[in-house]
């Protein structure tokens, strides 16, 4: 009994300290601005189904693609022994689905062990890419601290939940084979999983009864507690993005690569200038609400698909690799700015929740974490949004923070300059007037 009220107050401080980071995250996403992803609602299961279940994008680099896809089956897979793992600790039974399912159960654990040894073998071989292979792009500069020290935990903690899991289905296969275990109503045959039963003899085999049932209880309750432990990590990591990739990808930007959004604001402004109809001596008319600012200087002035899609990142590297301006040594690295834009979202966030609405730190996140120098750097390719295995966009964070230096600012490169002088005056970037810019056909 006191087992079960153990289990039950963890249970329920696992779960409740969970929502209520969720929670907080979700407030933080919608300080955004309004960005209606609602429409084609077929294509957007389509492109979800690929890209967040089907992994289509991981498998343009195969080997890490295969990797990653043994731990990903593991964890989906593995959320069925889960749901035996709760209610066990509820009702105080073991293998409780064991005697109904027969012969499906063990089919259903043998397949959840070949996983967790496929994924036991990838999580070492990420260890590996990251501290002694030290492949580039996962350690760049924006990699040090926090971020490695994450990417490292979350493998270790992998590794110690498999190993609870071998724990216990080692042990109990040891102890029903002799007759021992404490299980009830699981019929004639010996539980036979793929694994553990040949692991279970060789690691345990000749202890004692009473040692036996104390290692199957640390795997049992080892196992529970990493799931907890690692349920109520995510909102503070980047592996948060095993949920959010869902939601991420289903609200993915559905236009073509390259075409860009314009302001509503402007866009009214410009076309009253040029309907012929028009009363130029007519009143504007009154906005509604405050004005919304040109372009984005902080979180608050992104959308909320931005704002999404920096809890989403998953700190691969992808975009950062494939960027043309970092390639050439330019300060840019468009994972920098999804992660800048995560910390900024972060230390706003808890802000405004202790301070209230009216809250202002003085600080933003241009110039305070992201740099003119990165943005201008920025070719407008849309290499990092093609990369991204879950569809982020931080194409769309840099252009919306150029339109507010241009527009809020009217800050722009030099080089830039003139070439939006040369428009303004010309009708092309060229500094040649519209009659002379056919000239050299009469050259000889």
Known sequence: ??????????????????????????????????????????????????????????FKRPLPAFLHFCLYAAFVITQIELIEIIADGISGEHRLFRASLGGFYTFMISFIEILSIL?????????????????????????????????????????????????MNGADEVLYAQGLSHATDLGDDSFNFAVSQFIGPALFGGMSESTLHIIERIGWWGHIVMVFTFLNYLPFS??????????????????????????????????????????????????????????AKDVEDLTWKNLLDSYTCTECGRCTSNCPANQ??????????????RDRLE????????????????????NDYITEEELWACTSCNACVEACPV??????????????????????PTELAGMISNIENNGAPWQFSPDDRLNWKDEQ
């Open 1 to 58: 009994m006191i087992s079960i009220i153990i289990f039950v107050v963890l249970l329920v401080a696992g779960f409740g300290f969970f929502a209520m980071n969720v929670g907080k995250i979700r407030a933080n996403i919608l300080l955004g601005r309004d960005v209606n992803r609602s429409d084609n609602k077929g294509e957007r299961i389509k492109v979800m189904s690929l890209i967040a279940l089907g992994q289509k994008k991981m």
């Open 119 to 167: 994924a036991f073998v990838a999580t070492f071989i990420f260890l590996a890419r990251r501290n002694l292979i030290k492949v580039p792009r996962l350690n760049m500069k924006e990699m040090k601290g926090w971020p490695k020290l994450d990417g490292n935990l979350i493998l270790v903690m992998e590794l110690i939940l498999i190993c609870f899991i071998f724990m």
């Open 238 to 295: 980047k592996h948060f993005h095993i949920i959010l990739a869902f939601p991420n990808t289903y609200f993915s930007n559905l236009n073509p690569q390259g075409q860009f959004t314009n302001m509503d604001a402007v866009m009214k402004e410009v076309k009253l200038m040029m309907d012929p109809d028009a009363d130029p001596y007519a009143a504007p008319e009154e906005p509604e609400g405050e004005p919304q600012r040109f372009g």
């Open 328 to 341: 050439t040594g330019k300060l840019l690295s468009p994972r920098k700015i999804m992660m800048d834009t």
């Open 347 to 366: 230390e706003k966030g808890a802000g405004l929740r202790k301070n209230g609405k009216d809250y202002d730190d003085g600080k933003s996140l241009l």
């Open 391 to 412: 569809n982020i966009d931080p194409l769309s964070i840099i252009m919306d923070m150029r339109r507010y230096l241009v527009m809020e600012e009217s800050k722009v």
